[in-house]
């Protein structure tokens, strides 16, 4: 239950915010920074499980081992890096591909004039 509450807890100002969609551009820009937000914090996890093993190798001093088995694990963490700096550049690869922009030129739809609304 508790696991539920901080879920929706989390989700909620993504929920809030559901209503400000009204076209692809700004479906593409909600999911774009959504997107960046999560790459964002898989980097810091990256980078600082890439620290930790930096300190455990240093630590681990003469043990040929556990440096074999540490040394590893930090390649594969620098991998993993490298795997979500990809994936955040194919995204801005798409975004500019498919031109998607929140900042659509207004000059290329037709407006509607509203008349004016005459207060007694």
Request: glycine residues 4%.
């Amino acid at each position: 239950m508790k696991k539920i509450l901080a879920i929706l807890a989390v989700l909620m100002p993504a929920v809030a915010s559901a209503q400000a969609i009204t076209d692809v551009n700004s479906l593409t820009y909600k999911l774009t920074n959504i997107g960046n937000v999560v790459l964002e914090v898989l980097i810091a996890i990256a980078v600082i499980y890439i620290v930790i093993l930096a300190v455990r190798f240093i630590m681990a001093g003469e043990n040929a081992d556990a440096r074999k088995e540490i040394g590893r694990g930090i390649l594969w963490a620098i991998v993993g890096l490298f795997v979500i700096l990809s994936i955040w550049g194919l995204v801005r690869i798409l975004t500019n591909t498919f031109r998607t922009d929140t900042n659509a030129p207004t000059s290329q739809y037709p407006q509607i004039n509203y008349p004016r609304q005459i207060t007694p």
